[in-house]
C-alpha cells in the first residue's frame, strides 16, 4: 500500500521549502464567511475560484479583514481569476466589477445536478495536465458552516474526487478525505491547528483502522456510525498514522491565531 503525505502547511505566513508533500495549490470561495486567514490562502494558491456567491463574500468581506485600507484597492488585489456556477447568488454589480478587471465568467445555470463546488472543482481538473495532478491540492475557503445540506454537499465533493486532494476549511477546522487506497502519516503544524481531531467513516463503516500518535488510538477498530466513530480525539505529538480498510474523514481543528 501506497504512502500519502499531508500536511497543513498552508495555514503557515511561508511554506517551508522542504514541506510535505510539496503541492500547488488553487482556491475556491463559496457563499459562507471568509476565514479569518483567507488572505493566506489567497497568497499561497497560484488559481483562485470563487463558486458563484462567493464573489460576493471577496467584494464584502475581505476589505473587513484590512480596515486601514482603501476597500477599492482591496477589491483589485484580490481579483479571482474565474467566477463559477449557476449564477443564482452572485450580484450583478460584484460580476460586473470582477470581468471589468478581466475575471472569467462562466454561467453554468443549464446545469442543476452538481453544486457550485463540484463545478469549481472539475474546471481545476480538467485544466491541470495529469502529470501536475499528484501535486495539486485545493482549497475551498467557506465550506463549513451556514446550511447542512450544503456542509453534506460539499463533502460529498470529496468522494466525488476522491483521486484529488481537496480540503474543506471553516475558522474552526479543516477536513479531508484519507482515501482507503493509501495508508496515511499526517504531519501536524502545532502552532496553528490541534490538538482535537477525528476520524469519521462517513458513506461506509470500516472495519479496521488503526493509528498512531493520537491520545485515543485505534488499534484494527471498527468504526461506524451507530457504534464507534473516533470523535473528540487529541494529537500528541508531530505526526498522527492512519490505515483503513475504508475511507475516512480527517478533521482537525485550527487554532484562534
Known sequence: MELMTHSS?????????DSRPSL?????????RLPRFAPLL????KLRLCADGGANRVYDELPQLFPHEDPSNIRRRY????????MDSIRKEVMDFYASLGTKVVDESHDQDTTDLHKCVAYIRNCTPNLEKSNLCILVAGALGGRFDHEAGNINVLYRFSDMRIILLSDDCHIQLLPKTHRHDIYIQSSVEGPHCGLIPIGM?????STTGLQWDLDNTETRFGGLVSTSNIV????VTVRSDSDLLWTISIKNQ
Do not use: C, R
Open 9 to 17: 502547511s498552508f495555514l503557515l505566513p511561508s511554506i517551508p521549502t
Open 236 to 239: 500528541k505529538g508531530e505526526k
Open 79 to 86: 481579483k479571482p481569476d474565474l467566477i463559477k456556477g449557476d
Open 24 to 32: 500547488t495549490y488553487a482556491l475556491v470561495v463559496l457563499n459562507q
Open 42 to 45: 489567497w497568497q499561497h494558491a
Open 205 to 209: 463503516p470500516s472495519g479496521s483502522t
